[in-house]
């Protein structure tokens, strides 16, 4: 019997990784128009902001319905075996809700956690299930684990435009239009599960300062404990760059950070050319 861990592809994990730590990972659905992609599947990260930058319309997403989770659960029971589900934030999607019935028949051996996070938010608590799971804890000591914890996970991001978040109905066109004019970059956080705006930044660089002040002026970063860093769009220069700035975080650490692309789950929200980086914080207060 062994510990599985199963996640939805809005953790936006590279295959690699996936493969390498045999996690499981159940890909969302984005839809153009009439017709449906699934992520990862059939449309890759690149082919998905090809066509955002190129169509005209907004994209939509898809939660995952209970019996997409039951064909897993049902893998894992007959194996034997038993599972910890991480999902995207209950505050953003109904995947965790949908996780949670499908698990009714397999008390016992199936235990989603809401991650109250999305994309590099949510990867840093599926890769502490790994290290939990590879120091053979249990599953319900995981759960309860990453419960515990994730209080701590902290997602900084610094969007490049806030067209996509206009066109979703989150922001006025006034205001979207203003906002592009002045090169005004929205600087976000996910708090208690939800999008929160902490900060304006005019240009990519005061951006980048300020993500770097803000991990430096809130306590820093655990490092016994999983980063991720991730962008939108075509190029991660603008990701690279971040990194070479912020070096001073992280270079007694690391020779070099994990990096990943996040995909049409969340991409679909924040638009191309948007940075972020996720990482455990020393303590839940702060």
């Given amino acids: 019997?062994?510990?599985?861990?199963?996640?939805?592809?809005?953790?936006?994990?590279?295959?690699?990784?996936a493969?390498?730590?045999?996690?499981?990972?159940?890909p969302m659905t984005t839809i153009f128009g009439e017709t449906e992609y699934v992520e990862g599947v059939t449309i890759t990260h690149h082919e998905f902001y090809e066509k955002l930058i190129e169509d005209d319309t907004l994209p939509k997403t898809s939660q995952l319905a209970?019996?997409?989770?039951?064909?897993?659960?049902?893998k894992v029971a007959s194996a034997g075996d038993t599972a910890?589900?991480?999902?995207?934030?209950?505050?953003l999607s109904g995947t965790y809700q949908n996780a949670v019935l499908a698990a009714a028949d397999y008390e016992g051996k199936i235990f989603p956690v809401d991650s109250l996070n999305a994309t590099v938010g949510e990867q840093v608590l599926v890769k502490r299930a790994v290290m939990l799971a590879e120091q053979g804890k249990s599953a319900s000591e995981i759960?309860?684990?990453?419960?515990?914890?994730?209080?701590?996970?902290?997602?900084?991001?610094?969007?490049?435009?806030?067209?996509?978040?206009?066109?979703?109905?989150?922001?006025s066109p006034a205001t979207a239009f203003v906002g592009n004019m002045l090169s005004i970059k929205p600087v976000v956080t996910v708090r208690d599960g939800e999008v929160v705006v902490i900060g304006k930044a005019r240009g990519s660089k005061k951006g980048n300062n300020m993500l770097i002040e803000y991990i430096k002026e809130h306590g820093g970063a655990d490092f016994d404990y999983p980063i991720a860093l991730g962008y939108?769009?075509?190029s991660d220069d603008l990701l690279q760059k971040y990194i070479e700035d912020s070096r001073t975080l992280w270079a007694d650490t690391f020779d070099?950070?994990?990096?990943?692309?996040v995909g049409s789950t969340i991409g679909t929200h924040v638009g191309p050319g948007a940075i972020a980086v996720?990482?455990?914080?020393?303590?839940?207060e702060a």
Avoid: N
Avoid at 19 to 26: D, E, K, L, Q
């Fill in 1 to 17: 019997m062994c510990v599985r861990i199963i996640t939805d592809s809005a953790a936006d994990l590279t295959a690699e990784y």
């Fill in 19 to 26: 493969a390498s730590h045999a996690v499981t990972v159940i």
């Fill in 66 to 74: 209970p019996h997409q989770f039951e064909a897993f659960y049902e």
């Fill in 84 to 91: 910890v589900v991480i999902t995207l934030s209950s505050k």
């Fill in 143 to 171: 759960a309860d684990t990453l419960c515990r914890e994730r209080s701590r996970v902290r997602l900084i991001a610094l969007l490049d435009t806030l067209e996509y978040l206009k066109k979703g109905g989150r922001i």
């Fill in 232 to 234: 939108t769009g075509l």
């Fill in 256 to 261: 070099s950070l994990p990096i990943c692309t």
């Fill in 278 to 284: 996720a990482y455990f914080h020393p303590s839940a």
